[in-house]
């Protein structure tokens, strides 16, 4: 089974950036225990309204995770700009992002480390999962 994974960087080398920071997440596809960059997905900037109070477009919440002020991009559009992959790797994520991304059922995972031993993990913890999976399917049939 083929899946991917985003991970939260600044210089393509380390899990380094809070994942309401980030401005691109690298994708990584990985099959079994193999993996490889497959593309990079950048975030937008939405003009921002410059008098209302702390950018916000006229809101006047901040520009949380639901609105879209003009301040930068809301959660919601980070969540659906990374709704295909099966996990998020950043070095922190808010709840309420987070909880966005569990209704999904993306896991996400908040450590900061090289991308390659992050990936070395990920790719074979999920393998376990997958196999284990594939085992008990076999046995029900």
Do not use: W
């Not at 209302?52 to 919601?76: D, I, L």
């Not at 480390?113 to 046995?139: C, E, G, H, K, W």
């Amino acid at each position: 089974m083929s899946y991917k994974i985003a991970i939260a960087t600044s210089d393509g080398l380390n899990v380094d950036q809070h994942f309401g920071s980030a401005k691109r997440f690298v994708i990584f596809s990985a099959k079994e225990k193999n993996y490889y960059q497959s593309e990079v997905r950048t975030l937008t900037t939405l003009p921002t309204n410059a008098n209302s109070n702390n950018g916000c477009g006229g809101c006047s919440s901040g520009c949380e995770s639901t609105h879209k002020c003009g301040n930068a991009n809301s959660a919601t559009d980070a969540v659906a700009l990374l709704a295909d992959c099966r996990c998020i790797v950043c070095a922190k994520m808010g709840g309420n992002i987070y909880k966005q991304f569990e209704s999904k059922a993306i896991t996400v995972f908040e450590i900061e480390m090289p991308i390659n031993d992050v990936l070395s993990r990920i790719t074979t913890y999920y393998n376990n999962i997958d196999q284990r999976r594939a085992r008990a399917t076999q046995n029900f049939s």
